[in-house]
């Protein structure tokens, strides 16, 4: 009896191994402060809570070079990875985060872009800040030269010139944190979370790696010019659902109809049709969100496949459909969310 007992125990753990989630949740915050704006920040209280919560809960938080390698080469990677990124480079991270994190020993990741820095712009860390940060083993890496709308085309500016125009903001700004720092790991940050297929290509041309601020866990099903981060603020800084998403899982979607997230004119409902692997899922206990619009089913289309739509067109600016489904093994949630960005009607983008 006890013979048997082991044998079923050891199938049962050999069943969980074959759903090993191979992945990790990146977080993205931009301001620690109780003075900045609310949408992009967490207080220092909120940032200690959450990073406290990461330490007691057996959360490892690795970095970001680390979980690119294991992504690229799709080597394993333990339950309960976390990795903690900034983007822009505000001084509350040295002066709010900074000690937080120290004593943690966590690792992070800053994304910078450089003009805002020469400026000297109110808010900005220093390059004398930066370079602290480097040499105490933070990872800064590439956010764009001036955190452009990187998609969006100047004047009459041809697709060939705004593709190198593109391609030296990034060059540079790589460049530049390599003088300063020292560092150069071709990791990208999209500015405002703005990326295209057009763009991506871009990236990985020049051997980038892209991410993103679609929510979800990054693993083998993401792309990786376009790579998911959690944002951290405002209502998103509550740790109750930031529980939920430490342990999310990355939804294993074989294939998709649309990946590029710029809507074509008019195209303001696009109608998404995913391929999922479900042998982890419970397919009817799938949910999707429409931003703006709300909870959604999405329609079923065969065994493996599902389709998602607005039922309105979607809002002017960013957007996103998101998805989220049980795991039948683990303790958490399969996430998908795929970014969508729109002009207005008469092909004029919304000031910012």
């Excluded at 799709?74 to 000690?99: E, K, L, M, Q």
């Excluded at 071709?186 to 929510?215: R, W």
């Excluded at 093994?329 to 399969?334: A, D, L, S």
Aim: net charge neutral; charged share 20%.
């Amino acid at each position: 009896m006890v013979k048997k007992i082991a044998l079923l125990l050891a199938v049962l753990s050999l069943n969980v191994l074959n759903f090993d989630a191979n992945a990790v949740v990146i977080l993205q915050y931009h301001h620690v402060s109780e003075n900045t704006p609310k949408s992009t920040s967490v207080t220092p209280s909120q940032f200690a809570e959450q990073m406290q919560y990461l330490a007691d809960n057996d959360f490892t938080v690795i970095s970001l070079a680390e979980a690119v390698d294991s992504i690229k080469h799709n080597t394993p990677i333990a339950d309960r990875r976390i990795v903690i990124t900034f983007d822009d480079g505000y001084d509350s991270i040295i002066n709010n985060a900074a000690p937080i994190l120290a004593s943690h020993q966590f690792p992070y990741t800053v994304f910078i872009s450089v003009a805002p820095i020469d400026a000297g712009f109110k808010g900005m860390m220093s390059w004398k800040d930066i370079i602290a940060l480097s040499d105490q083993g933070v990872t800064i890496a590439n956010h764009s030269w001036g955190h452009e709308h990187l998609i969006r085309r100047q004047g009459k500016e041809t697709q060939a010139q705004w593709q190198a125009r593109v391609e030296d903001n990034i060059l540079s700004t790589e460049a530049e944190i390599l003088k300063r720092t020292g560092q150069s790991v071709k990791m990208f940050a999209y500015p405002y979370g703005e990326y295209t297929n057009k763009l991506e290509a871009i990236l990985a041309k020049q051997g980038f790696v892209g991410f993103g601020q679609q929510s979800g866990a990054a693993g083998e099903y993401a792309s990786l010019t376009a790579l998911p981060r959690f944002p951290v603020a405002n209502a998103y800084a509550d740790l109750a659902s930031l529980m939920v998403k430490f342990s999310s899982l990355p939804m294993p979607v074989i294939k998709q109809n649309i990946s590029d997230p710029l809507l074509a004119s008019g195209k303001w409902r696009p109608k998404l049709e995913l391929t999922i692997d479900t042998q982890d899922i419970y397919p009817h206990q799938m949910m999707c969100f429409i931003q703006g619009q709300g909870p959604k089913k999405p329609i079923w289309l065969s065994e493996n496949r599902l389709s998602i739509q607005a039922s309105s067109d979607l809002a002017p600016g960013r957007s996103r459909y998101n998805c989220t489904a049980p795991s039948k093994t683990k303790t958490g949630y399969y996430w998908f969310s795929q970014a969508w960005i729109r002009p207005q009607d008469n092909g004029q983008w919304l000031e910012e």
